[in-house]
């Protein structure tokens, strides 16, 4: 990012905009079943709200050009407006339960608090909307942004999907069924409205604080979690400016490699699931050769995410990376979802494309900021390596490793268990 922002050094989730979230994931299943027009009327609102909102918006920009610090009354209508939007995504999402007012007042399950008005830079001010960009496109990916293309028919609106929106669609399914939000899903959704508060804020010059997606900080404390196939990046941030630079074509013998490791994996997947089907249980020998290209799928990928520094090896070894796939060994599975895991990893699968987007839109923009600074972002490690995490179980799931069902929320890793992990839906 072109000013990477130093990162933030309060604890996390305590920055000047900060997702404050009580919901309890209890949802009513007929309020979920016509959230879609129960919530017109908010979005009516918003939309006059926002007409307000754009012209205090470029009078609070002029005003702290001048001044180097919002106005208060300024501040006051725009922070309000940000905490609206934020608790009517919050509700339309599913990251909440209970019907929102009209004013924006605290306490709602989705909400936020943003610092009172302090100084900020006018340079960072006057060049407010080009700096924003890079958040932009971190936007698109987490939480979803509109869009036009040009067809035969002229200009066509559209909206890109981002994992909040995924999230919550699958969640609408859990909801009806339980009539409960899974922990997961609700969390990527308040991980996408968090991220978009922060974004709004800068944008609306209510905070200097640059946009943070690092899952940490825009939730807080994350569940510490031991599921069957985790994934656990370094922490060395240094990058060498050089291999930075030419990180794809190094990659290359990698994804040759791994292509034609790809082959051979398809007909040991096959394998291991006839043999898993019929004694409940990955054979050993299969299990030990998948897992180890799960790790070298897992090493690959972080190097091209620019999450890992070193080049990789080619054998898939446990610990050889700085970015490592932990997976555990064969445990008892249930035979129904070994029998059906093609049909059950459709939702993860469709959750996943979504995440390999921000894992991209992530290592983009990391290539610009470690080029300069021969440093990883800490904000975008964090934020990509949890995507990775997600694909990786997706695709341990599908290998039959393991009948834990991907986890879809952030998390912190702690060792693997031979065990799965307790499963809160069908979708994570």
């Not at 791994?258 to 997947?269: D, Y």
């Not at 990509?384 to 991907?406: E, F, H, I, K, M």
């Amino acid at each position: 990012m072109a000013a990477d922002i130093p990162v933030n050094t309060q604890l996390p989730g305590r920055g000047p905009v900060r997702l404050v979230l009580s919901d309890d994931l209890e949802r009513k299943r007929l309020t979920v079943g016509f959230r879609w027009l129960l919530v017109i009327p908010h979005f009516f609102w918003l939309g006059i709200w926002g007409i307000g909102a754009f012209v205090a918006a470029l009078a609070n920009w002029l005003a702290t050009l001048v001044t180097g610090r919002p106005p208060v009354a300024l501040h006051r209508f725009l922070a309000l407006y940000v905490k609206y939007a934020t608790q009517v995504y919050g509700y339309f999402l599913l990251g909440a339960g209970p019907y929102p007012p009209f004013d924006g007042r605290p306490g709602y399950p989705v909400d936020v608090e943003i610092d009172a008005p302090a100084v900020q830079s006018r340079l960072t001010v006057a060049f407010r909307i080009v700096l924003v960009l890079p958040a932009l496109l971190l936007a698109g990916a987490l939480f979803g942004l509109p869009s036009t293309n040009s067809g035969s028919s002229g200009q066509l609106f559209s909206f890109s999907l981002g994992v909040a929106h995924v999230a919550a669609f699958l969640g609408w399914f859990v909801c009806v069924v339980r009539a409960r939000m899974s922990r997961g899903l609700r969390d990527c959704v308040v991980w996408g409205v968090g991220f978009g508060a922060q974004l709004w804020a800068y944008l609306l010059v209510l905070t200097s604080a640059y946009p943070d997606p690092d899952p940490a900080v825009v939730l807080g404390e994350l569940p510490r979690r031991s599921d069957p196939v985790g994934f656990e990046a370094g922490e060395n941030l240094r990058r060498a400016r050089l291999t930075v630079l030419f990180r794809l074509p190094l990659a290359v013998p990698h994804l040759v490699w791994l292509a034609l490791w790809s082959v051979v994996a398809l007909f040991a997947a096959v394998a291991n699931w006839v043999a898993t089907l019929a004694q409940g249980r990955s054979p050993a020998p299969l299990h030990r050769f998948l897992s180890a290209y799960l790790r070298y799928q897992a090493h690959v990928y972080a190097f091209l995410l620019l999450i890992g520094n070193r080049f990789p090896g080619f054998a898939g070894g446990a610990g050889s990376y700085d970015a490592e796939a932990s997976i555990a060994p064969p445990h008892t599975q249930n035979r129904w979802s070994v029998a059906f895991r093609l049909l059950l990893v459709l939702p993860a699968w469709f959750l996943a494309s979504t995440f390999g987007s921000l894992a991209w839109m992530c290592a983009f923009l990391a290539w610009f900021a470690a080029l300069v600074t021969g440093r990883m972002p800490r904000r975008l490690l964090n934020a990509s390596a949890q995507a990775l995490r997600y694909t990786l179980q997706v695709s341990g799931y599908v290998l039959v490793l393991s009948d834990a069902y991907p986890y879809s929320g952030p998390s912190r890793q702690a060792a693997a268990t031979s065990a799965p992990a307790a499963a809160e839906s069908a979708f994570g």
